[in-house]
């Protein structure tokens, strides 16, 4: 079931109520970027000097450092224009906060998310991060002047280091998967289970030795999955509508 708030968020935004509550959204985001804390600061301004001149149509990639360590995504989908906009650290309050002044002025035809690992990590209980994200989707979505960006999500990934969360990982991964499936132009990518072993338990060979960051071989399970994606639901013609 989708928590109430996101639900009432999806029906009013698919009704007529849906400009006002996009513009209300964009609105949030630009407020929490201003109050947020200035930890992010400098890393944000590097992001911004780096991608002053984006092509058009971008794929975003947009989240915490499971992204912005990723130094051949570039590399890697080289086919397509793609812009990692990963900061390490961030929590979904933070993407909220950066996303009208980081994603929305690339104008993405679509955005890859990473993001809920640290909110879950600190505490946070999966219907309040599945909040967060709706957020995020809908100042992704609702705040975009031209044609709305596709949009897909990369599940939160079981880590060693964070085994005893993994209850709570499941269940905000199942409540975006389910909110996903209801939303035209989306896709769901299940990194969680492509990261378990036979006994359904993180793969330690797949991750540094921090337990919580993926290795080499992580990232090809990773580059795998959204190349999947890539090929079935956002084919290279699509990026240049």
């Known amino acids: 079931m989708l928590t109430l708030n996101c639900l009432k968020r999806s029906l009013l935004l698919g009704g007529k109520a849906g400009g006002l509550f996009g513009v209300f959204f964009f609105l949030a985001g630009s407020v929490l970027a201003q109050e947020a804390t200035n930890r992010?600061?400098?890393?944000i301004e590097r992001l911004e000097a780096k991608i002053?001149?984006?092509?058009?149509?971008?794929?975003?990639?947009y989240g915490s450092s499971s992204f912005r360590l990723w130094k051949s995504l570039e590399q890697d989908?080289?086919?397509?224009?793609?812009?990692?906009?990963?900061?390490?650290?961030a929590c979904l309050t933070d993407c909220v906060a950066f996303a009208p002044r980081?994603?929305?002025?690339?104008?993405?035809?679509?955005?890859?998310?990473y993001a809920g690992d640290n909110d879950l990590a600190l505490g946070t209980s999966a219907e309040q991060a599945f909040d967060s994200f709706c957020q995020l989707f809908h100042i992704l979505r609702d705040g975009s002047a031209d044609k709305p960006p596709f949009i897909a999500f990369v599940s939160v990934k079981a880590c060693p280091a964070r085994i005893r969360f993994l209850a709570n990982i499941q269940r905000?991964?199942?409540?975006?998967?389910e909110f996903m499936s209801q939303q035209p132009r989306c896709d769901f990518i299940d990194l969680y289970s492509d990261l378990l072993g036979p006994d359904k338990k993180p793969l330690i060979s797949l991750f540094q030795g921090d337990q919580i960051?993926?290795?080499?071989?992580?990232?090809?399970?990773?580059?795998?999955?959204?190349?999947?994606?890539?090929?079935?639901?956002?084919?290279?013609?699509?990026?240049?509508?």
């Open 102 to 113: 980081l994603v929305l002025p690339l104008k993405p035809s679509a955005v890859v998310i």
């Open 40 to 43: 992010f600061e400098n890393e």
């Open 213 to 241: 960051h993926l290795n080499t071989d992580g990232y090809q399970i990773l580059r795998r999955d959204i190349a999947q994606f890539l090929r079935d639901d956002f084919p290279k013609s699509l990026a240049t509508q």
């Open 52 to 61: 002053f001149d984006p092509p058009p149509g971008p794929i975003v990639f």
């Open 77 to 89: 989908f080289r086919s397509y224009e793609v812009l990692n906009c990963g900061f390490g650290g």
């Open 172 to 177: 905000y991964n199942t409540l975006v998967r």
